[in-house]
């Protein structure tokens, strides 16, 4: 039997005299093991669907299981039980401020009434497998936003939980700290064997650690698979899109490349490809400086994400043969993908 | 009255009594003290019945909250003094006299509460709901969320605001004093006003300035040691 069921679940919230349908008839299933990624633009409802997980918000109607349990079934006091077998991480970190680390780690096993001095063994043990050794009596206040997630980790996997719920783990952080997040999410569903179901706006998130998808667009899943499967044939508009902000869009074409080198006849034509990873500094003013080159921007489309460029720019690079080839080079080894037009 | 006639009345020593001072200054801070305890703990029940009143989306509860809002209204906006003397026979029916440091008691918890309930409800309001959200899915009790959360995360807020609520009482004893209370207002206002002894007058408010300082002071530093924001 599947760990989580949904079947025909929705969710409305009566709001004055509307009406708002957060989740339509919403059918999946995740196995025990696995990371189930849900993705869709903000408004989507996937805050409110995994929310629906841990009995947060009550389905409206439709069956919801999970761990053999019915949801809607369960009383106050069984379903606050039920909650304790369930961690779940967020977008802000929601750690208590005045608890220091170890203090806030803790929580959920007082909570769940372990005695004290088994508490701090186990928020050490935690604190080990997140990486924040020695880090335990410093305040949340003093962390970083990496760490702060770490600590909420930690936090989540306190009671040894079946099920991690994700809600946007990753969205407050840069595109570094993303990837050691996700990477230990990663090594906890493998060492653990924790499952995993978490929402993301980012298909890269999904790319990187899912292994099944589900696309969401206004309260319903329009698309769901293994993350090959998805992203090789993408169906929907939706899904298309998603697909798209992941590979980046060659806007520039063969020919109009070709069109660009027969009317700059001065310099050299190159598209300069940022993929986000190292250019945090402004590359091109500084090549500019370095070299002895002159740099015009032809066209393209760049954009900025947490301090990191993105996109492609079509350039023409006027001045000696060598300084332009010196200054290409500088490209490269920023991590700036590089085609000259013209070289063959 | 000429400057030197001034000075002699806000400077002439030989009717200080330092004794007086000292019963004085203790009655002002038993009271202080006895009707911030009940203030403390009426506010924190008050306060966090307001919270959750107004966090509740049930339809009755909108309309117990408009109740018990409009009445901590009306007892924080009834000015102090008057609220005194209305409560002359409560008192006496509670405690036989309504004179003295100990009747002023009851006044000054039924002005202080209302007012230091409406500061516990706001700081409450202003406890992450995030975190909230994460002890709910932690599988927290509701006192156990209040407990561990609330109280917790809203520390600073509580305490600055007992910090003002004391020093508002303080205020309130002075005003006490001059009805019979005790304390140092009733010393500065029978000893010095009646009696034309501007000195004792000057001096009693000197006192009850060092209090305020002293009070302030220990709530600032209160404040700052269990903020780790
Ligand atoms: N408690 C609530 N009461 C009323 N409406 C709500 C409530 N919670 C969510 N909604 C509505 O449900 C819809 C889905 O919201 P939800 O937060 O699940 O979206 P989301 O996909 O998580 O978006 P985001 O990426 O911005 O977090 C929205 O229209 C929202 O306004
Ligand atoms: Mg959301």
Redesign the interface.
């Known amino acids: 039997m599947s760990l989580i069921s949904l079947k025909k679940v929705t969710k409305r919230f009566e709001v004055k005299n509307d009406t708002i349908l957060a989740v339509d008839q919403v059918d999946f299933t995740v196995e025990e093991g696995e990371i189930f990624g849900i993705v869709g633009y903000s408004g989507a409802g996937k805050s409110t669907l995994l929310r629906l997980l841990n009995g947060l918000e009550e389905t409206t109607e439709g069956r919801l299981t999970v761990n053999q349990q019915e949801i809607a079934h369960l009383k106050a006091k069984e379903l606050r039980q039920f909650r304790k077998d369930i961690g779940m991480i967020f977008q802000h970190f929601n750690l208590l401020w005045s608890r220091t680390v170890l203090e806030n780690i803790m929580l959920p096993l007082e909570l769940a009434k372990v005695p004290a001095d088994k508490r701090c063994e186990r928020a050490e043990e935690l604190l080990h497998l997140v990486g924040l050794d020695g880090r335990g009596s410093a305040y949340p206040g003093q962390l970083s936003g990496g760490q702060k997630q770490r600590v909420g980790i930690a936090r989540a996997l306190a009671n040894h939980p079946k099920i991690l719920l994700c809600d946007e783990a990753t969205s407050a952080l840069d595109p570094q700290t993303t990837d050691e997040v996700l990477q230990l999410l990663k090594q906890i569903n493998q060492d653990l064997g924790v499952t995993i179901v978490l929402i993301t706006h980012e298909m890269h998130v999904i790319r990187k650690i899912c292994h099944k998808v589900a696309v969401m667009e206004e309260g319903k899943i329009v698309e769901q698979g293994n993350v090959m499967e998805v992203f090789s044939h993408p169906k929907e508009e939706v899904t298309k899109r998603f697909v798209q902000q992941e590979t980046f869009p060659e806007v520039v074409e063969e020919n109009t490349l070709d069109y660009f080198s027969k009317n700059y006849t001065q310099g050299k034509i190159a598209q300069l490809t940022f993929r986000g990873e190292k250019s945090k500094h402004p590359i091109l003013s500084q090549v500019i400086k370095e070299f002895d080159v002159d740099i015009s921007v032809i066209q393209g489309q760049i954009q900025e994400i947490n301090h990191s460029s993105f996109g492609t720019l079509i350039v023409e690079l006027t001045g000696e043969e060598e300084e332009i080839r010196a200054a290409l080079n500088k490209f490269i080894l920023e991590g700036v993908g590089v085609e000259v037009v013209g070289d063959e | 009255m000429n400057n030197k006639g001034i000075k002699a009345t806000y400077f002439d020593f030989s009717n200080l009594d330092a004794e007086k001072f000292k019963t004085a200054t203790q009655e002002t801070l038993m009271m202080t003290i006895v009707s911030m305890v009940f203030v403390i703990v009426l506010g924190l029940l008050l306060g966090l019945i307001l919270y959750s009143l107004a966090k509740s989306n049930k339809k009755s509860s909108s309309f117990f909250y408009s109740v018990v809002s409009i009445l901590s209204n009306i007892f924080r906006s009834i000015p102090f003094i008057i609220l005194i003397l209305l409560l002359i026979p409560f008192t006496k029916a509670l405690l036989g006299t309504f004179l003295g440091a100990k009747a002023a008691i009851p006044a000054l918890v039924i002005s202080a509460t209302p007012f230091y309930a409406r500061l516990v409800e706001i700081a409450f309001r202003e406890v ?1 709901e ?2 909230l ?9 509701k006192l ?1 969320i209040v407990w ?2 609330l109280l ?2 809203s ?1 600073p807020a509580l305490i600055s605001g007992i910090t003002v609520t004391t020093i508002t009482m303080i205020g309130f004893t002075a005003m006490a004093g001059a009805v019979g209370g005790g304390g140092l207002g009733q010393l500065a206002y029978y000893q010095g006003y009646m009696q034309g002894d501007l000195t004792t007058t000057l001096f009693a408010t000197i006192l009850i300035l060092v209090i305020v300082f002293i009070i302030q002071w220990i709530g600032d530093l209160l404040v700052t040691r ?1 903020d ?2």
């Open positions: 992450d995030g975190v959200e994460a002890a709910d899915g932690m599988g927290a009790s156990e561990k959360i917790a995360e520390r269990v780790k924001r």
